[in-house]
């Protein structure tokens, strides 16, 4: 073992400490519950959960978890009720998910092998998964699953994303169910604004130009607005994807998988910035990175719609606060998302329909009863358990209704910071996707609109698991800081539009085209 790690430091440390460019969604924590779901916990879903209970007195196993967003107190009786049930003890070592990856592929260069870890599966250069496979060290799940139904079922949530974690017919780990079919990336718009000026909800992004112009002149609260508002970068490109109507990649008319940058009407999304930032509409400060500012904005009368994420924890405030700053204020969300002068509606989707899988050692002999845990887990008893608690102490029955004890759910893992799902779902789904509580404050603003928007104008990328080896990472490295530079400049004014065309040649001159026959070489094994 100590030298096949050694190797892999070798080999890494030739590579490069390159990051890994598999694009994922990271979980935000926040979440929400579907009351809907009264399954009893009392109730048996497969035989393999029945076997589980019918044996007694099995040997505990431990278990080494490398995880994000993991970290549960000693005494968390939800995690005591599902070790007690199948006879484990789980050792966690998890870290926020921004900075999981390095932590674990640090350990796992240092010579040691979690038993069980969360990883992106091939591609995923940050935690040595691609390297880690053809050493061999990984456990072959893929006929190992099908002995499970509800893990199979839920492994099958999202078929044509599932060929990406594959490596060849085999898979290497369980993928874990991330909701598709929702977003977290929508438009917020003050109502009670457009109803004082007469406006109608904004339909196109000219709409949406002539409704900023209007709230610049009229100042509504009486607050000098500095326009559309956002927090990162980030949502410069869920506008101008708003006019190509792609994500990262996208096949041309003759099906040859190119970068979006080349997309005839990438140009025209950055057309429209320009012309809201050169008339004061668009936040000057959006290719700055400070997450709290649009929300400031917003809730302080500063500006009238800000493209930001609609995880419930995370937009409750645009709701609250500004309601409690101006008691007449109306929040909504713009919905259909603008269409562009080409009809297209669209925006940066969620690409899979997994945030990746769990993989485990080879050398792991407990993997049958953490597949029986999981099985259960993704059951309607098991969802029912981390959306609502353990009986007589999360939560009563009365008759068929969940009756919740806040004061003892708060003591857990759940139910905090918007997140009504505890984070035991981890192991088989990022729940609070799926789980959306319409009893919340404002519930059906959020959800309904965002799972709208979500299902029928959302880009997906179609190109997942694509490894990028140095050469590549580099070339994309070069291509992103020539786009970033030139379209930076062209948003605030600094260069003409006119130079459209030289900024494409010069991404050109990067590579000559090797990433994009890379990718397209990549993307035939699947056709």
Not at 43 to 58: G, I, L, Y
Not at 89 to 101: D, E, L, P, R, V
Not at 516 to 523: G, H
Request: charge should be negative; hydrophobic fraction near 35%; charged fraction near 25%.
């Amino acid at each position: 073992m100590k030298k096949t790690i050694a190797f892999l430091l070798a080999l890494v440390l030739l590579l490069g400490l390159v990051a890994g460019c598999a694009d994922q969604a990271a979980p935000a924590d926040t979440s929400n519950t579907d009351s809907s779901n009264t399954a009893n916990t009392d109730s048996t879903d497969t035989d393999a959960t029945d076997a589980t209970d019918a044996e007694e007195d099995r040997e505990v196993i431990e278990i080494n978890i490398w995880a994000h967003d993991m970290d549960f107190p000693e005494d968390d009786r939800m995690v005591q009720y599902l070790e007690d049930k199948f006879d484990l003890k789980f050792n966690i070592t998890s870290y926020a998910n921004g900075i999981y990856q390095e932590n674990l592929r640090n350990y796992i260069l240092g010579g040691d092998m979690p038993d069980m870890y969360a990883n992106w599966g091939p591609g995923d250069t940050n935690t040595l998964f691609d390297q880690i496979q053809s050493e061999g060290l990984l456990m072959d799940m893929t006929d190992l699953i099908p002995n499970y139904p509800n893990l199979m079922e839920s492994v099958h949530y999202d078929d044509d994303s599932l060929k990406f974690l594959y490596n060849g017919d085999r898979i290497y780990g369980v993928p874990r169910k991330w909701n598709k079919d929702t977003t977290d990336r929508v438009l917020f718009i003050r109502q009670d604004w457009l109803d004082e000026l007469g406006l109608e909800m904004p339909d196109t992004w000219d709409d949406v130009y002539e409704v900023l112009k209007a709230f610049k002149e009229a100042e509504p609260d009486g607050v000098k607005q500095i326009g559309l508002s956002m927090n990162d970068p980030f949502w410069i490109k869920m506008i101008t994807a708003g006019f190509t109507g792609v994500n990262t990649w996208y096949q041309d008319e003759t099906g040859r998988y190119k970068m979006d940058i080349f997309h005839p009407n990438m140009k025209e999304g950055y057309e429209f910035l320009y012309k809201l930032y050169a008339e004061g509409l668009l936040d000057p400060e959006c290719y700055i990175s400070e997450a709290d500012r649009p929300k400031e904005y917003f809730c302080s009368g500063q500006s009238g719609i800000i493209y930001n994420a609609s995880q419930y924890a995370s937009c409750y405030p645009y709701f609250e606060e500004t309601k409690k700053n101006f008691p007449d204020a109306e929040v909504a969300i713009i919905n259909p998302i603008p269409a562009s002068p080409e009809g297209i509606r669209s925006h940066m989707g969620i690409d899979s329909g997994y945030y990746g899988m769990w993989s485990f050692s080879k050398d792991f002999e407990g993997v049958d009863r953490v597949l029986e845990m999981m099985d259960w887990l993704a059951s309607d008893e098991g969802n029912f358990f981390v959306r609502n608690g353990i009986e007589g102490i999360h939560y009563t029955m009365d008759g068929d209704t969940v009756v919740k004890n806040e004061e003892e759910c708060a003591k857990e893992e759940f139910n905090c910071n918007g997140v009504t799902s505890h984070y035991l779902s981890y192991f088989t789904s990022i729940d609070f996707t799926f789980n959306q509580d319409m009893s919340l404050p404002y519930a059906e603003d959020i959800f309904t609109p965002s799972n709208e928007i979500g299902a029928l104008y959302s880009a997906r990328n179609p190109v997942q698991g694509f490894t990028y080896d140095d050469t590549l990472a580099q070339y994309n490295a070069s291509i992103n800081d020539i786009f970033t530079s030139y379209t930076s400049q062209f948003v605030t004014g600094q260069l003409s539009l006119d130079k459209w065309d030289e900024m494409l040649e010069k991404i050109v001159a990067v590579d000559n085209g090797a990433l994009e026959e890379a990718v397209n070489q990549y993307m035939a094994q699947f056709e």
